[in-house]
């Protein structure tokens, strides 16, 4: 563990406050640069001004930040908060990357540990920094690390017991520019695994990580013709059934193929008792804006997946939520390539409502393939759902687009479907 006299902290959001703290209880000067309390011209003069040992980098600054440019061209080495957390942790560390459904993985992670009797709490792209984590409780067993691409832009010597990634989809090419980039920088939560650590890949990826990772690495695949497998609502390590996930949230070919099957894989490297691993998924409630079943008004039923930002969360939402859906899709585009998911929207969704800046794009897209209807907002877009559902139907926002546009962030958003949902049930 590397210890520090002075730090420069870039960024002062939740996790440059923990980090702030953490150094500071270690007795290191702490300077702070934001882009709300400096302009470029006065980080510059602050950063000439400073000796600093090490900078902090909280993840909305990506490499190609002006700022981050000229803390490298003085010298000063970059760090991710994320890593200085884990770096004061001394038990063990599993880490989640991925472009869908780290969120859900890390939280039934957590409690299959506790489950299975063992100490764990979960840090990282969760939203509760690595730091704050290991201030207030220093003595985990586990660290459970939900981890993003952008976090792993600034690690160096960060590596886990259990590193897993899984899926590569298209998501956040505006910073990472071409698929072969993102998923190289997923591929750094292989970086630094010790011999002994597990590197967990879908089946289909192994090769690619492969190329990407240098170094021999303990590798396991899961998926279809994975060393774990999901069927007809089981999981599989090779041959053997290792734990069943009917009536539980991971009961659907989407998840259970992708989250399900990993699971088997990480209770493997965690020793995890797989009957723990289908307790905890049979006791699992999911998280707030993730295919979250709201409720049910006259037979219809409401499902909140505002998190879905980018069009592969948005076609897992719909492979997971069965046929019969009203769809209200859009927001602010993250992908310009519209055409992979028409095979699924046709199949499955009665008609879309569409809102938002993508709203015209999607619509040239798939009307010719799918019922489309042009709305404009969340609420003009409920309400024309609301309009043509009947009992039986589902009512699913998943918008496969960022909130930007006209909400500050997904969870505004899922708020608000949320709203007009309580509103109808109570009229």
């Not at 492979?319 to 859906?325: E, L, V, W, Y």
Request: aromatic share 8%; hydrophobic share 40%.
């Amino acid at each position: 563990m590397e210890c520090y006299s002075t730090a420069l902290i870039l960024g002062y959001g939740r996790s440059g406050k923990a980090a702030e703290t953490l150094l500071r209880a270690e007795g290191c000067a702490t300077v702070v640069a934001s882009a709300e309390s400096h302009s470029d011209a006065e980080f510059f003069q602050c950063l000439e001004g400073g000796s600093f040992d090490v900078c902090v980098v909280s993840p909305g600054f990506g490499l190609s930040n002006p700022w981050i440019k000229a803390v490298q061209a003085a010298g000063i080495p970059l760090l991710s908060e994320l890593e200085l957390g884990w770096s004061r942790h001394q038990g063990r560390t599993i880490a989640v990357t991925g472009s869908n459904g780290k969120s859900t993985a890390v939280k039934w992670i957590c409690e299959s540990l506790v489950e299975d009797g063992k100490s764990a709490a979960i840090g990282g792209n969760y939203g509760i920094p690595a730091c704050e984590v290991v201030l207030e409780q220093p003595s985990l067993e586990w660290l459970v690390l939900e981890v993003s691409s952008f976090q792993l832009e600034t690690v160096q010597n960060f590596h886990a017991d259990v590193a897993v990634v899984l899926n590569v989809l298209p998501n956040h090419l505006d910073r990472h520019e071409t698929m072969a980039c993102y998923r190289k920088m997923k591929a750094r939560i292989f970086g630094r695994v010790q011999p002994s650590g597990l590197c967990l890949v879908p089946a289909e990826l192994l090769e690619v990580f492969r190329g990407d990772v240098a170094g021999e690495r303990n590798w396991m695949t899961f998926g279809e013709n994975g060393d774990a497998a999901y069927r007809d609502g089981k999981v599989f390590q090779g041959p053997e059934k290792v734990f069943d996930l009917e009536e539980t949230l991971f009961y659907s070919p989407v998840i259970g193929s992708c989250t399900g099957a990993a699971m088997a894989g990480i209770a493997v490297g965690c020793g995890l008792d797989f009957a723990a691993v289908e307790r905890a998924a049979k006791q699992f409630k999911p998280l707030r804006h993730r295919l979250q079943r709201i409720g049910e008004c006259n037979g219809v039923v409401f499902v909140n997946d505002s998190k879905a930002t980018n069009l592969s969360a948005m076609a897992a939402a719909l492979g997971a939520c069965g046929r019969n859906i009203h769809l209200i899709a859009g927001g602010l585009p993250k992908e310009s390539d519209y055409t992979f998911v028409k095979e699924i929207l046709a199949e499955r969704v009665r008609t879309l409502y569409l809102i938002g800046q993508a709203s015209r794009a999607m619509f040239e897209a798939w009307s010719k393939g799918c019922s489309c209807m042009e709305c404009g907002t969340l609420e003009g877009a409920f309400s024309e759902a609301v309009k043509a559902a009947r009992a039986g139907d589902i009512i699913l926002l998943s918008p496969g687009c960022a909130s930007f546009d006209q909400f500050d962030s997904f969870e505004e958003r899922g708020d608000c479907f949320e709203k007009l949902f309580n509103g109808l049930k109570n009229a």
